[in-house]
């Protein structure tokens, strides 16, 4: 590295992150005066490395953490010990983490650590309840702590961290890096469609019929709640035999377990299938009608295709689309759940009320503005954040 470059250290470990970071590792490659270096902790291991290639990321350092049934702590250990001896080889001048996983709060704890300042993407999103969702909600707030700079996707986000006293002169309105990933994705996805194995080329794929395509993985839902949601994935399938139900089953034991025991393989019109890499994955919401999720990114990206989608939470740290009215709370009651899904399948107007195009998290230029004002942080540039 010549003397004058600053190192600048991306650090993730799951596949919402590395998808949200991807943007901006791209965005770094272009700055001569930084050096953009990749540490992925491999938090996530098969679902993360499905993401790397889309957009050409080979990591600089791979700590490869990643255990079956993981518990928080013994994770969180890991990370802590392994990111410290990353950040003593590297040095790096600046860190930047994405979110609010386990990895983000080791890594923004770590960095402190080492006198290291640390950039968080996606800053500010709160619900307000430590358990809600949970740990995230408390990495968040850990991480925020622990930052020198906050990139806040949007301006409730910025009114977030400002209500906790947060130095407005550190927070900057980027926007939500995922829509740039996005973006970036649609327009492959349009050029060439991704195979999505045992589904893209069956006849109701290709034809008309309606599909629902499914995702969950949130651990305060374990145990009931996705007792709950199996249960109306069932009622769902079996009432509306024309529909299609489509389960790209998120890799983690507790989410295996319930779903393919109680949802099944047998019923023709539900569809579990593996973690899709992220192409097929906006090639799936693309062909969706509708998106029943309980997943942070997916809130994000599925408005600006124009799907509406049902979330199955009782609260969300994401309330633009609600305001915007292209997403609704159901909770993960089996009755709310098997009611909100019928109601967009059986009642037009509430259907086209929903699945209006809104874009309320991004513009497709948040890593931009980030990396600009990593830049202009660490070469005390004139520019300064607005
Ligand atoms: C993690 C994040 C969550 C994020 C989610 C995105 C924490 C505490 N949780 O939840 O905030 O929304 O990722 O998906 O940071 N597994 C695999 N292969 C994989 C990934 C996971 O086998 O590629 C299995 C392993 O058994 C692993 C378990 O899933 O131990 C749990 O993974 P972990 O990252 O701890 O939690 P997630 O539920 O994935
Ligand atoms: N995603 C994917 N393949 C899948 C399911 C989701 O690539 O099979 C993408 C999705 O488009 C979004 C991100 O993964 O960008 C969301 O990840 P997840 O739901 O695991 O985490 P969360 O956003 O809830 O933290």
């Not at 977030?160 to 927070?171: Q, T």
Request: net charge negative.
């Amino acid at each position: 590295m010549s003397s004058s470059k600053k190192k600048v250290s991306v650090v993730f470990g799951t596949r919402p992150e590395a998808i949200k970071l991807a943007p901006v590792v791209l965005e770094l490659r272009k700055r001569d005066r930084l050096e953009g270096s990749v540490c992925v902790t491999g938090q996530h291991r098969q679902m993360l490395d499905q993401v790397l290639p889309v957009f050409d990321i080979l990591p600089d350092a791979d700590l490869d953490l990643m255990m079956a049934d993981q518990t928080l702590s013994g994770l969180t250990a890991r990370l802590i010990e392994s990111i410290d001896r990353y950040f003593t080889s590297e040095r790096p001048d600046f860190v930047l983490v994405q979110g609010d996983t386990t990895t983000v709060f080791a890594a923004s704890l770590v960095a402190f650590y080492h006198r290291i300042p640390v950039g968080h993407v996606e800053a500010g999103l709160r619900t307000g309840n430590l358990y809600a969702p949970w740990p995230e909600e408390a990495n968040r707030v850990l991480t925020t702590r622990l930052s020198t700079l906050h990139f806040a996707p949007t301006d409730s986000a910025y009114a977030n961290l400002l209500r906790e006293g947060i130095d407005p002169n550190a927070v900057m309105v980027t926007g939500n890096t995922v829509i740039d990933a996005l973006f970036f994705a649609n327009s492959t996805v349009e050029k060439a469609p991704p195979v999505i194995e045992g589904i893209s080329d069956s006849d109701w794929f290709l034809g008309k019929e309606r599909m629902v395509l499914v995702t969950g993985h949130r651990r305060e839902s374990f145990g009931e709640g996705f007792l709950h949601i199996c249960n109306a994935l069932v009622r769902l399938a079996t009432d509306n035999p024309g529909v299609h139900f489509v389960y790209p089953v998120h890799l983690n034991p507790n989410v295996q377990k319930p779903v393919f025991d109680i949802v099944g393989c047998n019923r023709s019109n539900v569809h579990l299938i593996p973690p899709q890499p992220y192409l097929a994955f906006v090639a799936l919401m693309k062909r969706s009608f509708l998106v029943l999720t309980d997943s942070g990114g997916v809130q994000e990206e599925a408005p600006s295709l124009g799907k509406p989608v049902l979330v199955m939470r009782r609260t969300t740290e994401r309330p633009e689309a609600v305001t915007a009215g292209t997403s609704r709370l159901v909770g993960t009651e089996e009755d709310l759940i098997v009611s909100g899904v019928e109601r967009l399948l059986s009642d037009l107007d509430e259907y086209r009320r929903m699945s209006g195009v809104a874009n309320p998290y991004g513009d497709g230029r948040a890593a931009v503005r980030i990396v600009d004002a990593v830049e202009s942080h660490l070469f005390g540039a004139t520019e300064v954040l607005s």
